[in-house]
């Protein structure tokens, strides 16, 4: 079983910075982690993600260049750092485990974090 809590959202003006942090507990270390986010109204989408093993990144093309993922794994954590961030940017924030991959497809996905919130408005 992994459990994971996501930390690090909040309010932002447009063009500024935030980090997402997603602490993982239980053993992870053949899986991949990926981030997700869910806008009022619209379906849950994928930002990005990382193989927790050999470190590959994967990102949808809109925060392709302003978004990183990074891993720590002696802390068992994956960092969403997000740059640049745009008003179209604002969601729920979902970090997420897959036992078999690192894909884009919410399914793929077998556990997730609750969720923190990121708004970007002046």
């Known amino acids: 079983q992994v459990q994971l809590a996501e930390s690090g959202g909040g309010l932002v003006q447009p063009g500024g910075s935030l980090r997402l942090s997603c602490v993982a507990s239980?053993?992870?270390?053949?899986?991949?982690m990926g981030w997700f986010r869910q806008a009022p109204g619209k379906e849950r989408e994928f930002v990005g993600s990382?193989?927790?093993?050999?470190?590959?990144?994967l990102y949808t093309d809109s925060v392709k260049g302003r978004f990183t993922i990074s891993k720590d794994n002696g802390k068992n954590t994956v960092y969403l750092q997000m740059n640049s961030l745009k008003a179209e940017d604002t969601a729920a924030y979902y970090c997420?485990?897959?036992?078999?991959?690192?894909?884009?497809?919410?399914?793929?996905?077998?556990?997730w974090g609750q969720g923190t919130q990121v708004t970007v408005s002046s």
């Open positions: 997420a485990v897959s036992r078999t991959g690192w894909g884009v497809t919410v399914s793929e996905y077998d556990y």
């Open positions: 239980g053993h992870i270390f053949s899986y991949g």
């Open positions: 990382i193989n927790w093993k050999i470190g590959t990144t």
